[in-house]
Nanobody, 125 residues
């Protein structure tokens, strides 16, 4: 099973940018899909974006379209989430995970242990 670690979060002003990294170990990522999710205080986890690494097909939740870009560096076994034009409502802990498909990842949103520790993103107004 692939283990993933999210990093790259921080404090940024309204309209700023951050690039999150999801680094994998335990297996080659190329046959997996990787998703980013987030959880804001007092709210349930929600999906952000997913990439199918066999062909780099991507999916985005509506709020992420046009602002966030998911990409991969297979040589580094890493998936990135470039976030631009950040808003205070993007403040959350961001998590990543790998599984065999994006639908499978979407079905596991409520499994806290599956998503690991995450990285905090705070956007100030």
């Amino acid at each position: 099973q692939v283990q993933t670690v999210a990093s790259g979060g921080g404090l940024v002003q309204f309209g700023g940018s951050l690039r999150l990294s999801c680094t994998a170990s335990g297996s080659d990522l190329s046959s997996y899909s990787v998703a980013w999710s987030r959880q804001a205080p007092g709210k349930e986890r929600e999906g952000v974006s997913c990439i199918r690494l066999s062909d780099d097909r991507t999916w985005y939740l509506e709020f992420a379209k046009g602002r966030f870009t998911i990409s991969s560096d297979n040589g580094e076994n890493t998936v990135y989430l470039q976030m631009n034009n950040l808003k205070p409502e993007d403040t959350a802990i961001y998590y990543c995970a790998a599984d065999y498909s994006c639908p499978e990842l979407a079905s596991r949103m409520r499994e806290t242990s599956f998503w690991g520790q995450g990285t905090q993103v705070t956007v100030s107004s």
